[in-house]
């Protein structure tokens, strides 16, 4: 069974950082894709930043150059560093798997991000 757990959302003053984590279990993490999107209350959502299985990095335009990806094989996780955080940036946060080729694809269960003074 497919677990995707995502930790380190919470409360943050414009300006600061925080550090996303997701914890995988159930696939053969070092082959899928892996991809952070977020959803603000009233928008659909989007994809903010994803990894290839071969270390390839995209992000959307509005967080370049204040988020990065990045993934540890070895402990099954990924990760989202956010930095010069902005009141839009306030949404859940969802950490999602995808392995291409098959067309698998999993969900976590979301984490609160929220950029306030």
């Known amino acids: 069974q497919v677990q995707l757990v995502e930790s380190g959302g919470g409360l943050v003053q414009p300006g600061g950082s925080l550090r996303l984590s997701c914890a995988a279990s159930?696939?053969?993490?070092?082959?899928?894709?892996m991809r952070w999107y977020r959803q603000a209350p009233g928008k659909e959502r989007e994809l903010v930043a994803a990894?290839?299985?071969?270390?390839?990095?995209n992000y959307a335009d509005s967080v370049k150059g204040r988020f990065t990806i990045s993934r540890d094989n070895a402990e099954n996780t990924v990760y989202l560093q956010m930095n010069s955080l902005k009141p839009e940036d306030t949404a859940v946060y969802y950490c999602?798997?995808?392995?291409?080729?098959?067309?698998?694809?999993?969900w976590g269960q979301g984490t609160q991000v929220t950029v306030s003074s």
């Open positions: 999602n798997s995808l392995r291409v080729i098959l067309g698998l694809e999993s």
């Open positions: 159930g696939i053969a993490f070092r082959l899928y894709t």
């Open positions: 990894v290839t299985s071969g270390g390839s990095r």
